[in-house]
């Protein structure tokens, strides 16, 4: 249980594998930071095609993706995560500068579970981060 556990305690998500599939080095660095910070596993993709082969190897636990990337955006990145059945139960939270109610449906439809607006903070992000990964946590 994490009963006890205050807000940025080094290793509170130990062993929690979190994907960050972003076209910005910056975005990707910044989460990279953050998340390693908590003891977070993280893994890195640049784009839609680079995130794909990823997620079957590195099976994550959540999955961050950028809405407006090249090749594959992150609504379809979103349908192939949530149409696959080995993936579908993954959370899947979109990251945009946009904060439209049009952006936030669009990614419900896709099978998104939550929207987080960038430029996130350290603390919006292990939120998110907490909130979908409490059932893995208290499982284990």
Not at 113 to 139: G, Q
Request: charged share 25%.
């Amino acid at each position: 249980m994490n009963k006890g556990v205050r807000v940025g305690d080094i290793n509170e998500l130990a062993g929690i594998k979190v994907m960050i599939i972003d076209d910005s080095n910056t975005i990707r660095r910044s989460a990279e930071i953050f998340l390693g910070q908590s003891g977070c596993e993280i893994i890195l993709a640049s784009d839609g095609i680079d995130a794909m082969s990823k997620i079957i190897d590195g099976n994550p636990d959540i999955i961050f993706v950028d809405i407006v990337m090249p090749r594959l955006d992150g609504y379809q990145i979103c349908m192939l995560i949530k149409k696959n059945n080995q993936f579908q139960s993954v959370p899947v939270i979109m990251l945009s500068s946009k904060s439209g109610l049009f952006d936030r449906a669009r990614g419900r439809i896709a099978g998104s579970n939550d929207y987080l607006i960038k430029p996130f903070t350290k603390d919006d992000l292990l939120s998110m981060v907490r909130k979908y990964t409490t059932l893995f946590c208290s499982a284990s």
